[in-house]
């Protein structure tokens, strides 16, 4: 609503297969990526980190530390444009299984990275945390310089 707050925008929802894998919804978001040129805006909604069983309530401000390695290599991945790395996660990423134990939230991720394209890099846009093990780190995708 504040990107476009009269909606008066099309909208199509694609689900993400979890019985696929990472690379699977990357390439989904290259075949998407032609879109681009006619004025569609590909957006992946997510989290960074997805664990509802890991949730610290009543932790305070306190990050858990196997959050916070996560989010930290996530971040410094996309920056550097290391998209085989993220496409790779589940082995290359410190505590992968714990951040995302089901890949349902983290998959729109490689759709959106898929999309933007093989010279691109990520952007960090936006950083918060809920309950210490939720990141809602956000990125948008620009050209390597």
Not at 113 to 134: D, I, K, P
Request: net charge negative; with cysteine; hydrophobic share 35%.
């Amino acid at each position: 609503m504040l990107m476009y707050p009269d909606a008066d925008i099309p909208v199509c929802q694609l689900s993400v297969q979890t019985q696929k894998d990472a690379a699977h919804h990357y390439r989904l978001g290259q075949a998407l990526a032609p879109l681009k040129d006619d004025g569609v805006l590909i957006v992946g909604s997510g989290a960074a980190t997805h664990n509802l069983r890991k949730i610290g309530r009543g932790s305070g401000d306190a990050v858990a530390p196997w959050a916070d390695e996560f989010d930290t290599w996530i971040k410094d991945a996309l920056l550097e444009g290391r998209y085989d790395d993220v496409n790779d996660y589940e082995k290359k990423a410190p505590h992968a299984k714990v951040a995302h134990p089901w890949p349902d939230h983290f998959y729109p991720l490689h759709v959106a990275m898929g999309a933007a394209g093989e010279n691109t890099r990520g952007e960090l846009v936006h950083h918060s945390w809920s309950y210490g093990t939720l990141s809602y780190a956000s990125y948008k995708f620009t050209e390597k310089p």
